[in-house]
Nanobody, 125 residues
């Protein structure tokens, strides 16, 4: 069983930055693929980024819309995954969710067994 707790959301002006954190419980954090998804009002949950750990290396992967603005990272010693978001735009406004799974990684919400409660990000124009 893995429990995930997100933090770091808030209100920011367009062009600003936020850093989201997701703290995970459990002793085998490094074997999990960690991901961030987001869901705007009235829209489906969409993939943002994911990161795996293999052979001592992190393996990040991003949605196309990230376009170099976001960076996902993980600290296995702290059981935490981060999402640094720069150059935020109003269209980035959404609830952001952390997810985990011990599979090889997926861009679909269906590929993740564990979810956090979400943290709200609002970007004003």
């Amino acid at each position: 069983q893995v429990q995930l707790v997100e933090s770091g959301g808030g209100l920011v002006q367009a062009g600003g930055s936020l850093r989201l954190s997701c703290a995970a419980s459990g002793r085998t954090f490094s074997r999990y693929t960690m991901a961030w998804f987001r869901q705007a009002p009235g829209k489906e949950r969409e993939f943002v980024a994911r990161i795996s750990w293999s052979g001592g290396r992190t393996l990040p992967f991003y949605a196309d819309f990230v376009r170099g603005r976001f960076t996902i990272s993980r600290d296995n010693a702290k059981n935490t995954v981060y999402l640094q978001m720069n150059s935020l735009q109003p269209e980035d406004t959404a609830d952001y969710y952390c997810a985990a799974d011990d599979s090889n990684g997926s861009n679909s919400p269906l590929g993740y067994h564990y979810w956090g409660q979400g943290t709200q990000v609002t970007v004003s124009s």
